[in-house]
């Protein structure tokens, strides 16, 4: 290509969901009130977090940040989404495309890596319950949260870095309602083969040591509770678990389906159902999963309520 004709992309023309005006103001309407419970409820975890004291623990305060991930996760695609179909255009800027990816990308590394901590946290609550207040004190909690997000930046900048180290000079359609770091990775105008070699190795190993951390986590705790002669200590030990255990295949059930299974051809629109299963609907059922069957959670609710009923009462 001659210098004359080379011109750089400086925006991205999305696809979206759908081209009928009418199916996007329905799609509008549903995406907006997903987006305001996703915040709503995720925010209603955090804050109930911080204010009560039976659930200063270490389960509750990875669950904060869990919830924090959530909030970014879901503010960083669902407002473009809503943006988007209110004016029936899917364009978004080089820049915009760049920040959306970086942060779903930093969000969602978090979140598996905070799932994988979890897991650890409960091994060590079941396993070893006389030591857990001291293996799991405040600072060890902090260190490993702030591994969690350190290690999730470093991944998503190496992954943003390798990918616009290329040059797009067009096309720059994205058939996709995001910026989806594979589709974007394939519209570069020179050979990428090295860098997708690379993000495939770091995002193995980004699945991989949370998948094992978790499933050797919970092939133990099974070991350990069928062994268990008390039934009401085996339901008290899947009851501690369960909602973790429900978040985790949520979350790794979705993301093997969309990056795991081969895809075909024609598998975009498999691939963009998949992903509004995974951009919206999971950031909004975790905090429901967490909370459903809660009695702790149940207990901080109540409280906050009644001190509110005496606010107003007084």
């Known amino acids: 290509m001659g210098a004359e004709n080379f011109t750089f992309v400086m ?5 979206g969901l759908s081209k009928h005006r009418k199916t996007q103001v329905l799609l509008f309407g549903a995406i907006l ?3 305001s419970l996703t915040i709503v409820g995720n925010l209603v975890v955090i804050l109930l977090v911080r204010s009560d004291s039976r659930l200063h623990t270490p389960m509750y305060f990875f669950l904060a940040h869990l919830s924090g991930a959530e909030i970014c996760y879901a503010t960083s695609t669902e407002p473009q989404m809503l943006t988007h179909l209110w004016d029936g255009k899917g364009i978004l800027s080089f820049a915009s495309c760049v920040a959306q990816i970086f942060v779903v990308l930093f969000m ?10 979890m897991a650890y946290d ?3 609550a079941i ?12 600072c060890c909690q902090w260190k490993l949260a702030c591994a ?3 290690s999730a930046f470093l991944f998503s900048l190496t992954y943003i870095c390798c990918t616009f180290s290329h040059s797009y000079c067009g096309p720059n359609y994205i058939d996709h309602f995001i910026c989806d770091m594979p589709l974007v990775l394939k519209l570069a105008c020179d050979n990428t083969h090295v860098t997708q070699t ?3 190795v770091m995002a193995g190993l980004g699945l991989m040591i949370p998948i094992s951390l978790i499933m050797t986590s919970y092939g133990l705790i099974l070991f ?12 008290k030990a899947f009851s501690t678990c369960a909602s973790h255990l429900m978040v985790v295949t949520v979350f790794y059930g979705t993301v093997i389906s969309m990056y795991m299974v081969p895809r075909s051809s024609t598998s975009s629109n498999r691939d963009k159902q998949i992903a509004v299963f995974y951009i919206m609907v999971t950031p909004l059922l975790n905090p429901i999963i967490y909370t459903l069957r809660n009695k702790d959670v149940h207990g901080a609710v109540s409280k906050v309520l009644w001190r509110r009923n005496l606010g107003g009462k007084s």
């Open 11 to 15: 925006e991205f023309t999305l696809e």
């Open 33 to 35: 009130l997903i987006y």
């Open 108 to 117: 969602g590394t978090a979140e598996n890596f905070l799932l994988g901590i």
């Open 122 to 124: 409960r091994y060590l």
């Open 127 to 138: 396993f070893h319950p006389l030591l857990y207040a001291v293996t799991m004190s405040k």
């Open 148 to 150: 969690c997000w350190v």
């Open 198 to 200: 690379i993000i495939s």
């Open 224 to 235: 350990s509770v069928l062994k268990m002669r008390s039934a009401s200590g085996q339901r």
